[in-house]
């Protein structure tokens, strides 16, 4: 058994904590909230004997050896260093941080600490994915990359109402490109690594966060076509296109089919097996590493991690958003 603790205690978290459940080998003994009330609360609903209110004394605690970290975006990087700085392993939400300079720290503090550090992105740690992974070379020499995550927000009611929720609030670390366009762009670095060069495109709302957007990647001998939105809905599945054949994924956040179409008008069908919940998988993988003692996952990688930061810095630069967390 692997002993967790929790920073953070809303849905995802009530997610993963079913989904970790799943492995046997997941053992919930602490929680950090900044607040008693939220901590008891959630303390009560999982048997979860120790309760902290003070991040340091939940760092350096003998009570548990990992920690799932899903607090807001902002709160990411000084959170997970201090775990690591109290040998914690830990598996940190998507998006890892707000900018390539927390993540670089972050990257440092599991190197200086000896312990295992990854982020939760789990698109790229379910079966779907590695059939996408195993499969690329029958497309041919592949030309183009598209991924479309588009969702509506129910926050964004509230939001034209005149209430400015997590969501769409900068001090937060948020917006579309972080909430949603990572789901494009992770699997794509995951891939075919960090682009060339990219142009980048966004509305931006009053709030001072991107409300939708859109990112042109240019490598050597491809390009990719990203779009994501909390504005407006898509239901377009993702592609990669060869020139022997394309590959058709859906949805590209948590691919649930996965075919190739070839030229002739054939289909392969390639999707796998998932009978688990999404987030078992991240959990299953993470619980794995920690047992066989290794430090860095091969596809949720530090350096896919830093990349996918980095471009999404370099378009934020483009779109003109930026958070409180670049001043500091």
């Not at 609903?45 to 902290?52: A, E, S, V």
Request: aromatic fraction near 12%; proline fraction near 4%.
């Amino acid at each position: 058994m692997v002993r967790f603790g929790i920073i953070g205690t809303n849905w995802i978290t009530d997610r993963f904590v079913q989904a970790a459940g799943e492995t046997g080998e997941f053992e919930l003994t602490a929680v950090y909230s900044r607040t008693e009330q939220r901590g008891n609360e959630f303390g009560e609903k999982y048997g979860i004997p120790f309760r902290y209110t003070d991040l340091e004394q939940f760092a350096s605690s003998s009570e548990f050896d990992a920690v799932y970290i899903a607090s807001p975006t902002y709160m990411h990087a000084r959170q997970a260093i201090a775990c690591m700085d109290g040998g914690k392993h830990v598996l940190c939400e998507k998006p890892i941080a707000s900018n390539a300079k927390e993540a670089r720290a972050m990257i440092e503090a599991a190197k200086r600490n000896d312990v295992l550090f990854m982020e939760a992105m789990m698109t790229t740690q379910l079966p779907n994915f590695e059939a996408v992974r195993e499969h690329l070379g029958e497309l041919g020499t592949i030309r183009r990359y598209f991924a479309s995550y588009c969702q509506y927000s129910s926050r964004y009611d509230a939001y034209k109402q005149g209430e400015v929720l997590n969501a769409f609030d900068p001090r937060f670390s948020n917006g579309a490109l972080m909430d949603l366009g990572v789901y494009c762009l992770y699997p794509l670095v995951a891939l075919f690594g960090k682009p060339d060069r990219i142009q980048a495109n966004a509305h931006m709302l009053a709030s001072g966060v991107d409300g939708e957007g859109s990112i042109l990647l240019a490598y050597e001998e491809m390009d990719a076509v990203v779009m994501y939105s909390k504005i407006s809905s898509s239901y377009a599945p993702a592609e990669i296109q060869g020139e022997l054949a394309t590959m058709v994924i859906h949805p590209i956040n948590s691919p649930e089919s996965v075919e190739i179409r070839y030229r002739d008008g054939s289909v392969k069908k390639l999707t796998r097996p998932q009978d688990h919940s999404f987030m078992y998988y991240e959990a299953r993988n993470f619980i794995d590493l920690l047992k066989r003692g290794e430090r860095e996952d091969a596809t949720n990688s530090w350096s896919n991690s830093l990349y996918t930061m980095e471009v999404m810095e370099e378009a934020r630069r483009q779109i003109g958003l930026v958070f409180p967390a670049d001043m500091e």
